[in-house]
């Protein structure tokens, strides 16, 4: 089994940045895929970013292109979420998940981190 394990998270003004990290323990070698969805209060579950972990392949929904960039360092198992320009639209909770691909949910999820960006 997998945990993940969530930070980096807080308040920050429109145009702030924030660095979200997930560190994974346990059974890492089942591990293909990183990344991040949100949910906002009202709203689906949304796909925000996600990095391969050997080619380190990254993939980014259009609302946060050019704005967000995710890295990992394997060494530490852990994957990292570089929010820049941040808007009020990225309010939301963030959870790290991990699987077999990119973009679509894996089996495992962090326990959430609270981003919230005032106007």
């Known amino acids: 089994q997998v945990q993940l394990v969530e930070s980096g998270g807080g308040l920050v003004q429109a145009g702030g940045s924030l660095r979200l990290s997930c560190s994974a323990s346990?059974?890492?070698?089942?591990?293909?895929?990183m990344g991040w969805f949100r949910q906002a209060p009202g709203k689906e579950r949304e796909f925000v970013a996600a990095i391969m972990w050997i080619a380190g392949i990254t993939y980014y929904a259009d609302s946060v292109k050019g704005r967000f960039t995710i890295s990992r360092d394997s060494a530490k198992n852990t994957a990292y979420l570089q929010m820049n320009s941040l808007e009020p639209g990225d309010t939301a909770v963030y959870y790290c998940?991990?699987?077999?691909?990119?973009?679509?949910?894996?089996?495992?999820w962090g326990q959430g981190t609270q981003v919230t960006v005032s106007s």
């Open positions: 346990g059974r890492t070698s089942s591990i293909y895929a």
């Open positions: 998940n991990a699987g077999i691909v990119a973009m679509s949910p894996g089996p495992y």
